[in-house]
């Protein structure tokens, strides 16, 4: 019998909370079985050699748009082949009725089993959903959707309000097709709900709301005033046109309601200086109110002062290279929690024409490793293992995965990316394996490329190759405390 399975031996394992140290790791089955400095490897049906090497926990991109703008098992299976090239083997992905993703409307217990099983035959990767209630009878569902569902995590999108308001076009409500109003009222209403939820269920983990704050009554006044008079350089035009302090404001906004309801909130993909000192500013004032404060990918490795073209939209914008410093620092000094890509891939001719009316977003889980380890470690001296924190512990830990996912801890799942930071790359649509078309990113040249993932004790990404199959991935249930044994 053998010892192990799989043994990966001689790389410089990133620990999350611990440091970064040479170890060997040994899987039996789906798990980690041993860590060890010396692990003996007679007996070990399989070796991998990882010196010269870094051995991460396998990446948690937890904000996502599978299916949003494709359809959506094409979408799953070619975004999630991307992500498990980019060494992420759990993508935690936001879910809403209504256009896009399943145009469907329709209760969550009805349509949240349909989606599980689309998406257990597409995912390569372990996924899991956050889930936007659209209705009030959505509201009803959230109890449910925790306790059997396995979504701990609600969303509220702030720019909906103005599609349903009194005056909105009939296109904006077929959009979402709802009859009902989203607005503030509605939001007070949500987070009562999931603040009554949290409090049941809080030993299992938190049950939170996801916001993306931008404040879309201020939105339509400034981008008036750009487009009447334009730069004419498109990624400045458009930031100017979502300024920070409407960021700014839209936190402010939430945070108070958060506190009056107790509602737990993730602010989402900070991405200016005012934002991020916005969300440490609520926390300090409420510090009662559990806040996440999230980062991208694009936000931190993009700057609107870089040559960027129209296909680099995305709300909210890309934003100066003060900012992009700004966004740094707060990682470094672990304000910024969690670092995500927001990964959302629309066809490329849905990009160009009008700037204002083209589709915001751009798909980017490959590059997870690869910005964080040029940018932040090469560049800024973000350590290894804080590496291994911020794309995968603490994404696992808000998101109440950890320590099935997330950890490098005997009992753990045994998902690794396996990382060489110091050869440079290219970006190349070829190594980013997407369906997408295009990227901002691409002729960046990057070091920290994963040339090997492991999702359960199962090798999925391989020097170069993707060998794991659509529908290799599980639907995990979150919190995971609640749903499974360990
Ligand atoms: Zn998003």
Not at 283 to 312: D, K, V
Not at 402 to 409: D, E, L, N, V, W
Request: overall charge negative.
């Amino acid at each position: 019998m053998s010892t192990y399975d799989l043994l990966i031996k001689g790389g410089q394992v990133a620990v999350p909370y611990v440091g970064t140290r040479k170890l060997d790791i040994g899987i039996k089955g789906e798990k980690i079985a041993a860590i060890g400095t010396d692990l003996a490897e007679a007996g070990a049906h399989k070796t991998l050699d990882a010196s010269g090497r870094c051995v991460f926990p396998g990446a948690v991109d937890s904000h996502f748009h599978i299916g949003i703008y494709r359809p959506f098992a094409e979408d799953a299976v070619s975004e999630s082949t991307s992500a498990a090239s980019g060494g992420v083997t759990t993508i935690l992905s936001y879910f809403r009725t209504g256009r896009d993703y399943l145009n469907k409307v329709g209760p969550f217990r009805e349509i949240l089993p349909e989606l599980v099983g689309i998406s257990e035959k597409s995912f390569l990767t372990d996924f899991g959903y956050h889930i936007a209630c659209m209705t009030e009878e959505h509201i009803n569902e959230i109890e449910w959707l925790v306790a059997e569902g396995g979504v701990s995590t609600l969303k509220y999108y702030m720019f909906y309000k103005l599609l349903t308001l009194a005056g909105a076009t009939p296109e904006a409500k077929n959009y979402l097709m709802i009859d009902n109003a989203v607005d503030f009222g509605y939001l007070y209403r949500f987070m009562k709900e999931v603040a009554r939820v949290n409090r049941i269920y809080r030993k299992y983990g938190k049950i939170s709301l996801s916001v993306h704050c931008e404040n879309p009554e201020i939105i339509q006044a400034t981008q008036a005033e750009v487009k009447a008079n334009p730069s004419g350089i498109p990624m400045q035009d458009y930031s100017n046109a979502r300024p920070p302090w409407q960021e700014e404001l839209a936190i402010n906004e939430v945070a108070i309601m958060a506190r009056y309801t107790d509602c737990p909130v993730n602010l989402l993909h900070l991405s200016s200086q005012k934002a991020v000192e916005a969300g440490l500013d609520v926390a300090r004032r409420y510090p009662e109110i559990p806040f996440l404060l999230e980062g991208t990918l694009h936000h931190l490795g993009l700057s609107n002062e870089m040559p960027l073209a129209q296909n680099a939209k995305v709300n909210p914008p890309i934003r100066s290279k003060a900012d992009v410093d700004f966004l740094w620092q707060s990682l470094i000094e672990d304000k910024i929690k969690t670092v995500v890509s927001d990964h959302a891939c629309p066809p490329l001719e849905r990009k160009q024409g009008d700037l204002w009316t083209c589709m915001p977003g751009f798909g980017g889980t490959s590059l997870m490793f690869p910005v964080l380890v040029t940018d932040g470690y090469h560049k800024r001296g973000l350590p290894l293992h804080r590496i291994a924190e911020v794309s995968s512990a603490n994404p696992a830990r808000y998101h109440n995965l950890y320590p099935k996912k997330g950890a490098i801890m005997v009992g753990s799942d045994a998902d690794l990316a396996i990382v060489d930071i110091d050869t440079a790359k290219e970006v190349t649509l070829d190594n980013l394996f997407t369906a997408q078309q295009f990227s901002p990113e691409l002729g960046m040249k990057l070091k920290g490329w994963p040339d090997t993932t492991v999702l359960r004790g199962e090798v999925i990404f391989d020097k170069g190759n993707v060998v794991a199959r659509p529908g290799n991935g599980k639907y995990i249930k979150r919190p995971v405390a609640l749903h499974y044994d360990t």
